[in-house]
Structure formats: C-alpha cells, structure tokens
C-alpha cells in the first residue's frame, strides 16, 4: 500500500467481490490500518490483522475487530520499545532482521505478568478485540518430529510430505526458542480469556510447517490448549473452545452451533477435555 487512499481502494475492490472481512499484515502504517478499519466497517465488513508495525493497543483504539496468533506469535511491536515507529523492525545494525528482531525482543524479554501485557489486554478486553489462537503453528515451530504424529502423513501428498521433512530437520535447532513462545503464547492466553477476551480458534494457512496442515490445527489446538485458555477445567460445564475461528469470525460473538452448513464443527466420542485425540 502506499497510503490511506490504497486501503480504502482495496477494502472497495474486495468488498465489490463479496468479501466480508479484509486482514491487515505487518508492514501496514497506522495510518492505513486506519483508513482501512472505517472503510470496512462502512461496509459491514470485518478487520483482523497479523501485526507488526501498529501495536495492539494503538490498533484496537483505531477500531481493528480480530488480532491473529496473538502478541508471542505475530508480534505486538507495542511491546518492543527499540521498534522503529511505525514500521515493523529496528533502526541501526538490526533493521535487515525486520520482524525477527522484534519478535526476539519480545519472546526473550516481555513476560505474561509484565504491567504492559496487562494493560494491553484491559486494553483489547475493553474494546471487545478478539484473539485468535494458532497454536498448532507455534507448536510446529518448535519442530516436533513430524513422524512421530501418527496421522500428519497422510494429510499431505508424497512430494509435498518429502519437502516438509527437509524444512523440519533444516530449523530444528531454534526449537527451544519457539519453545519459549509457544510457553509464552499459552499463558497469555489464558490470562487474555480470564480478563474476560473472546479467544477464536484457528489454523494458520501460511503456516510452513507440517504441524499446521488442514484437519490437524483444530485437534493440535484442542490438545496443546489444554494447559492454556482454549478449554475450561473439567466439569466446568464450558465450552471446549471459546469459538471455532472459521464459523465466528463475521460475527465476532459467541454462540451456540446451529444445524446448518455454516458451522464445521464435530465432536467424536465426546471426550475434549479427557481425550483431545478422540475429539
């Protein structure tokens, strides 16, 4: 984009296509992400965003509706104050690392308890922005053995499974820092559903890792959440999600599933909370 009148230009083209909601990435300017929020919201659309360059306060007073993967995973550039403002990266002898360099910062420096997570998510609370937990792609990022999953193989073709073997053994040795944000991302999220934040469910379709591949993400995140936010304690009587990401995210509010082929949701056997593999 080169400034607000392309946001507005491109959230028009998407909505006159049907489009329902518009998602921002991390290099976008604030004031773009602006322009892009009340052009959509004109048009009843909604906006989520993979951020960088616009912290999560800063976009949630603009109005912004959803927040991806959350400020471990994304990240919050709020939570970096060497960040260049307003761009997604520092200046001086780290600006070729772009986004890396602010997601080090935060994943080795920023706890969870830290006074400015805690205000960012009264934050997002108060203005009703939603989170939505990719955990099966931060899980990925730790470079699990991929054979070891017994059922991932065959949810990808041969050549395809080859290459993403390849790729697993080549970035395993930074698995104890996606570790650490996998870690850190679980207990934000806890923390971010116990101030009382809607947290979504997803996958991440860019994910480049086996972890995050279509009919895996939703039972990773069932199971890997179960320490974190996306399932209440046993016999709680709760849901086992807050929400399914796909079936929510127009309406950005917790409900009921309906009969109908608007939702995807299955349950097998029953067992979320005792059995996440069986569900």
């Known amino acids: 984009l080169r400034g607000p009148a392309e946001a507005r230009a491109a959230v028009r083209h998407w909505a006159s296509l049907g ?8 290099n976008i300017s604030p004031a773009e992400l602006s322009a892009a929020i009340r052009e959509a919201h004109r048009r009843g659309m909604r906006v989520t965003g993979h951020l960088c360059s616009v912290g999560y306060e800063e976009a949630a007073r603009l109005g912004i509706d959803n927040l991806e993967h959350g400020p471990f995973g994304a990240p919050d550039g709020g939570l970096d104050p060497r960040r260049a403002a307003g761009r997604c990266g520092h200046d001086g002898p ?18 969870v308890e830290s006074p400015e997570v805690r205000h960012m998510i009264r934050t997002l609370v108060a203005r009703g922005v939603a989170i939505t937990s990719t955990l099966a792609v931060l899980e990925g990022g730790g470079r699990p053995d991929l054979e070891a999953i017994p059922h991932l ?12 073997l390849r790729r697993n053994a080549a970035q395993r040795p930074a698995a104890a820092f996606f570790a650490t944000m996998l870690r850190k991302e679980m207990a934000f999220e806890r923390a971010f559903v116990a ?3 809607l947290l979504l469910a997803g996958a991440d379709p860019t994910g480049t890792n086996g972890n995050a591949a279509s009919g895996n993400t939703a ?21 086992s999600a807050t929400i399914s990401r796909s079936s929510a995210f127009c309406a ?20 979320p909370l005792s059995a996440p593999e069986l569900s």
């Open 195 to 197: 101030a009382g934040g």
């Open 94 to 111: 780290e600006a070729a690392l772009g986004a890396g360099a602010v997601l080090r910062h935060i994943i080795q420096n920023v706890a």
């Open 19 to 26: 489009f329902t909601s518009v998602k921002a990435y991390m």
């Open 153 to 164: 193989r065959g949810l990808f073709p041969p050549d395809i499974w080859a290459i993403q």
């Open 219 to 239: 039972q990773t995140a069932n199971a890997t959440g179960k320490p974190a936010a996306l399932i209440n304690p046993p016999n709680s009587g709760g849901p």
């Open 252 to 271: 950005l509010s917790a409900r009921p599933l309906q009969n109908g082929p608007a939702n995807s949701g299955i349950v097998v056997n029953g067992k």
